[in-house]
């Protein structure tokens, strides 16, 4: 199985099933394709006639593109991995809003590219404000399920890989959600696989000039 992603620094879309798989403990070769400075991505995409986009999942003569399509490849894959919680609420839940973060969050996103190297207090818009005060409603409701465990459904599941580059921002950009939020965060941090990440973020020598500057570098 080979995982295709770009910058560990900057990819959001390509952490969230290379975590997805680390934590799963679920072997693969990876293969680092930097789109703005390597014209390899758009080639493999002519070839296989897929959009020049990371993620990509190569597995048992197949194509897999697009992050939730690979994780959810995964979950059926692995099922004693658990990928989502066995219980049906919290599944609907889960799943929910991992696909409200696939298509919604624009404002946070584009104004906070994830960047793992950076540590600054950049103000939200209030476009992003919003999206901050969504994060925190929607803590709310797996709080309210009240699970054993640091992560949203208890255990790691696929809705934390999903949110796992907002933590970065988070993070990085000095902003605040909430109290549930900050938690999960510090759970997600003392995984080895994100600490793996992040010292593959700070190794990379690329840089990416207009996403360094929204951190002022
Ligand atoms: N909806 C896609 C989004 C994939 C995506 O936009 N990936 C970015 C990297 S984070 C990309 O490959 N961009 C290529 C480019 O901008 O040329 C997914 O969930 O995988």
């Known amino acids: 199985m080979h995982l295709y992603i770009a910058y560990k620094n900057y990819s959001s879309w390509s952490l969230r099933p290379w975590l ?4 799963a403990g679920i072997d693969f070769e990876e293969t680092i394709l930097p789109f703005y400075h390597s014209d390899a991505l ?3 995409a002519q070839q296989h006639a897929i959009p020049a986009a990371v993620p990509i999942l190569e597995t048992q003569g197949d194509i897999i593109w697009d992050s939730m399509a690979i994780m ?3 979950a059926e894959q692995y099922p004693e991995a658990k ?9 609907n839940l889960a799943r929910s809003t991992a696909a409200e973060m696939h298509s919604s969050f624009l404002a946070l996103r584009s104004q906070f590219p994830m960047n793992c190297r950076v540590t600054a207090n ?3 818009t209030p476009e992003s404000q919003l999206d901050l005060e969504r994060l925190a409603q929607i803590w709310q409701k797996f709080t309210a399920f009240d699970v054993e465990g640091r992560f949203l459904c208890g ?6 890989a999903m949110f796992a580059p907002v933590m970065w921002r ?13 938690a999960w965060s ?4 003392t995984l080895p696989a994100m600490q793996e990440w992040l010292a593959g973020a700070q190794q990379e020598e690329w840089s990416i000039p207009h996403y360094d500057q929204v951190a002022g570098l």
């Open 186 to 189: 510090d759970a997600m941090l």
């Open 83 to 91: 990928l989502w919680p066995a219980d049906q609420s919290l599944r």
């Open 155 to 160: 255990h790691f599941t696929i809705v934390d």
């Open 20 to 23: 997805a798989m680390k934590v």
């Open 72 to 74: 959810e490849y995964l």
């Open 42 to 44: 758009s080639k493999f």
């Open 122 to 124: 950049v103000e939200p």
């Open 170 to 182: 988070v993070k990085g950009y000095g902003l605040t959600v909430s109290e549930e939020f900050k």
